[in-house]
C-alpha cells in the first residue's frame, strides 16, 4: 500500500480550509480550531509549508499565515514534497545512489524511475483547490442557514468561529 504520512494529510486540511477561507491572514489556534488539527501540528507544518513557498507568514498583531498563491496554482506534490521530501515509490529516486544496500546487484536499479515520475505527475495534476471540493458521493451533514454543524473539538459553530477570527466560516 502506498500512503502519505499523517503530516501530509493534515497540511492538505489545513492548506483547503486556507483555500477555503480566501486572502484572510490566519493564526496557528485559528487554524487549529478551524481544522481541529492540533496546535503544534500547524505550527510544525507552517514551519514546513513557508520556507517551501506555500506560505507567508505576516508578523505583528495582525499577523499569522495566509498561502502564497491562490489554490489553483498549487500542486499537491508540492505539499506533499514540502512535509515528506521527494516523491519517490522506493529508495532508487532518479538513480540517486547510495540509498539502498544492494543497488550494485539490483536488476530494477534505474527502472523504478518510469513509475516514480508517473506518480509524481499524477500528483502535480492535482490542485488544492481540486481538494476543496466536497466530494459529491459522500452523504452531507445537515446544515442549517445558521450554520450549525459544529466542530468536534470545541463545540463551537463554524458561523461562530469564523465571526470570532473575521473570516468567513
Known sequence: MIKLSKMTDYAVVVMARMARDGACVQTV??????TGVPAPTVAKLMKLLAPAGLMESHRGA???YRLTRAAEGISIAEIIT???GPIALTACVDGAEGHCDVESL???RGNWDKVNRAVRRALEEVSLADMTAVP???PLPEVG????MNNRRTGRTMREIGEKH???A
Open 29 to 34: 489556534p485559528q487554524l487549529a480550531e478551524r
Open 62 to 64: 495582525a499577523g499569522g
Open 82 to 84: 514540502a512535509v515528506d
Open 106 to 108: 539490483c536488476p530494477m
Open 136 to 138: 459529491t458521493f459522500l
Open 145 to 148: 442557514p445558521d450554520m450549525t
Open 166 to 168: 473575521g473570516c468567513d
